[in-house]
């Protein structure tokens, strides 16, 4: 079985751009959730994913987004980027419907010029 | 509002022996789980244990296990027979509820040859 695919692995932007993070979840998990991980903050959530709702939102500016798709696949939009969002992005997924257990993708590396 | 705490940022071992990692957290739910997560220099995150609350009795896998201490909020994780593949980054975390996992800041922990 296929394990949590998150693309690109590495991307660097300039300050002002926007960015688009994708995730493709195990086949058949139905949440998909997104956390930031950076130095000086640790593991941070973003949003989690059910089934094309957004039932938890994380402490972060409107910025940051995301949707999921249909199929679960999940991707994740940051605008007007600035150096502060330099940082790892972890996808995880879970089956969802009470099944407490996430499974964790390689993540994307995002540097801010 | 949960949180999670790890005191530890740094622990070394030497192989063969056994190390015990601390966590302690912080919640006002009776229902939740516990987890260490292992995050090695590929970046991936990786779920070593997993300990429900409702569980008395202590989560193992292989060579880790997990000492629950519930009413203490304590969660420490042991690893025997340390081998150099165990080094990596330790992340304790605690999920209640929706799929929000709340991390502590992490070990790093070194095994020496």
């Known amino acids: 079985k296929a394990g949590v695919t998150q693309t690109p692995r590495y991307l660097i932007k300039t300050r002002g751009q926007q960015v688009t993070l994708s995730c493709s979840p195990i086949?058949?998990?139905?949440?998909v959730s997104w956390y930031q991980q950076t130095p000086g903050q640790g593991l941070q959530f973003l949003f989690e994913?059910?089934?094309?709702?957004?039932?938890n939102k994380g402490n972060f500016p409107g910025r940051f987004s995301g949707r999921q798709f249909s199929n679960s696949r999940s991707e994740m939009n940051v605008s007007t980027l600035e150096l502060g969002d330099s940082a790892l992005y972890l996808c995880a997924s879970s089956p969802g419907a009470g099944v407490r257990e996430l499974f964790f993708g390689e993540g994307s590396r995002l540097t801010v010029l | 509002a949960q949180t999670v705490t790890q005191s530890q940022p740094e622990m070394s071992v030497q192989e063969a022996e056994t190390v015990t990692l601390s966590c302690t957290y912080d919640t006002s739910e009776s229902d939740y789980y516990l987890f260490w997560y292992k995050q090695p220099p590929s970046r991936q995150m990786i779920l070593v244990i997993r300990q429900e609350a409702y569980k008395q009795q202590n989560a193992t896998e292989n060579r880790f296990s997990v000492n629950f201490q519930k009413a203490a909020k304590s969660f420490s994780l042991k690893i025997s027979d340390s081998q150099l593949g165990d080094a990596a980054m330790y992340f304790c975390a605690l999920i209640q509820g929706a799929q929000k996992l709340v991390f502590g800041q992490g070990t790093r922990l070194t095994i020496n040859p």
């Open positions: 994913y059910f089934s094309e709702t957004q039932r």
């Open positions: 086949s058949g998990h139905r949440s």
